[in-house]
């Protein structure tokens, strides 16, 4: 069965303190993997959206990668306000398009 | 430009009644989705419209349905309610002319509780 699992489940940081979360599936035909910021009591924030392993996506503080496997959200020197849920999704090739979610990720920045 | 926006945003029903949720998309986008989101299963996706077809449907009983109107607002009805519809309905629009979506603009949500 395809399955995205996201770790960890949650993270505590500090703030300015570095780290990654990570996005594994075991899907085949891989069409474009997306990472998501939500926020408490709000919809999804659209990140990133990766097609191809190898690529490499930024904004801001956040780096997104990916292999060939998995996908890495770098959170480099995190605020407070980069605290929220992070969710990837993949979304398969083929003719029907039935996004996939991982569980997400809690993160926490602390000031 | 104005977001997703959805109605109502909280919703009370009890077991057996059924529900219709509303989603207007962003000007321009003709591509809608419908996901369910609860703590035990995660975000799930229900179905896609496009251009007033479904053109994707995921693994939900047949008590969900919905419907894509010609100015691209869409709506999702639940039909004899159980406990565990109990979730927020998170609806997301996207331009996709062609394929899938790609950027997708999720909206507030609706949360619904059934008793």
């Known amino acids: 069965e395809d399955q995205v699992t996201q770790s960890p489940e949650a993270l505590r940081l500090q703030e300015g303190e570095s780290s990654s979360l990570n996005c594994s599936y075991t899907?085949?035909?891989?069409?474009?993997l997306f990472w998501y910021r939500q926020d408490p009591g709000k919809g999804p924030e659209f990140l990133f959206t990766?097609?191809?392993a190898g690529e490499e996506k930024e904004k801001e503080r956040l780096k997104a990668t990916l292999t060939k496997k998995e996908s890495f959200l770098h959170i480099t020197a995190p605020k407070p306000e980069d605290s929220a849920t992070y969710l990837c999704?993949?979304?398969?090739?083929?003719?029907?398009?039935?996004?996939?979610f991982g569980r997400g990720t809690s993160l926490i920045v602390h000031p | 430009k104005a977001g997703v926006t959805q109605t109502p945003r909280y919703l009370i029903k009890t077991r057996g009644q059924q529900v219709t949720l509303s989603c207007s998309p962003i000007?321009?986008?003709?591509?809608v989705s419908w996901y369910q989101q609860t703590p035990g299963q995660g975000l799930q996706f229900l179905f896609e419209y496009f251009s007033e077809t479904q053109r994707n449907k995921g693994n939900f009983p047949g008590r969900f349905s919905g419907r894509q109107f010609s100015n691209s607002r869409s709506e999702m009805n639940v039909s004899t309610l159980e406990l565990g519809d109990s979730a927020l309905y998170l609806c997301?629009?996207?331009?996709?002319?062609?394929?899938?979506?790609?950027?997708?603009?999720f909206g507030p949500g609706t949360r619904l509780l059934v008793l």
């Open positions: 000007s321009g986008h003709r591509s």
């Open positions: 997301a629009s996207s331009f996709s002319p062609s394929g899938p979506q790609e950027t997708a603009y």
């Open positions: 999704a993949v979304h398969l090739s083929g003719g029907s398009y039935i996004p996939t």
């Open positions: 990766l097609y191809s």
């Open positions: 899907v085949s035909g891989l069409r474009g």
